[in-house]
């Protein structure tokens, strides 16, 4: 079975720019969801994804939003980047939620100039 | 405000010994309590689950306890490897479903 894939792996952006994430959960997989990883508050969650509905989401700015489509897959939506925003971005799919296994994919890690 | 807490500073231990890495919240009440092992450059990988009403869960070499009237969850790997050098991660889950993670504890198995 493949792994969850994060695409793209690695990308620059300009301050004011905005950029999307995409993210391919296991199959059969409904569960996705999102955080944010950088080396000063760890792992923070954004958001997770269950059949094409929010289903939760974590302390975030609006700038930061998200969807899933019918295949399971999401992506993640950021807006009016700040120096702030840069960071490692982490998926991670699941059968029903996160109270599961959660599978991570390998991140995209965004740096904002 | 929501606090979990892990060893802030690496943790070093030899060979052969028994690495003990320890987790503790304060504000919350999980449902589940998850640790994770995170390689640098790769996304974490689920090691084990423990739920509220469970006190311990083993699995091969790990073994992981919750302690709900402490807060604190001790996980637990036997007969360290060099290659269980790694940051781990605890995380709690609450009955909103809605999932924070500690920052994680560097250990390094010493050869």
């Known amino acids: 079975k493949a792994g969850v894939t994060q695409t793209p792996r690695y990308l620059i952006k300009t301050r004011g720019q905005q950029v999307t994430l995409s993210c391919s959960p296991i199959s059969g997989h409904r569960s996705v969801s999102w955080y944010q990883q950088t080396p000063g508050q760890g792992l923070q969650f954004l958001f997770e994804?269950?059949?094409?509905?929010?289903?939760n989401k974590g302390n975030f700015p609006g700038r930061f939003s998200g969807r899933q489509f019918s295949n399971s897959r999401s992506e993640m939506n950021v807006s009016t980047l700040e120096l702030g925003d840069s960071a490692l971005y982490l998926c991670?799919?699941?059968?029903?939620?996160?109270?599961?296994?959660?599978?991570f994919g390998p991140g995209t890690r965004l740096l904002v100039l | 405000s929501q606090k979990i807490e892990q060893n802030s500073e690496a943790l070093n231990i030899q060979e052969g010994k028994t690495a003990t890495l320890t987790c503790n919240y304060t504000n919350y009440s999980p449902a589940y309590l998850q640790w994770y092992r995170q390689d640098p450059g790769r996304g974490p990988v689920f090691l084990l689950l423990?739920?509220?009403?469970?006190k311990e869960k083993r699995k091969e070499r790990l073994k992981v306890t919750f302690d709900t009237t402490l807060k604190q969850s001790l996980f637990h790997i036997t007969a360290s490897q060099p290659a269980d050098s790694a940051t781990y991660l605890c995380?709690?889950?609450?009955?909103?479903?809605?999932?924070?993670f500690g920052k994680g504890t560097r250990l390094h198995i010493l050869p």
């Open positions: 991670a799919s699941s059968l029903e939620g996160p109270e599961e296994t959660q599978y």
């Open positions: 995380a709690l889950v609450g009955r909103d479903d809605k999932i924070i």
């Open positions: 423990i739920r509220e009403n469970e």
């Open positions: 994804y269950f059949s094409e509905t929010q289903r």
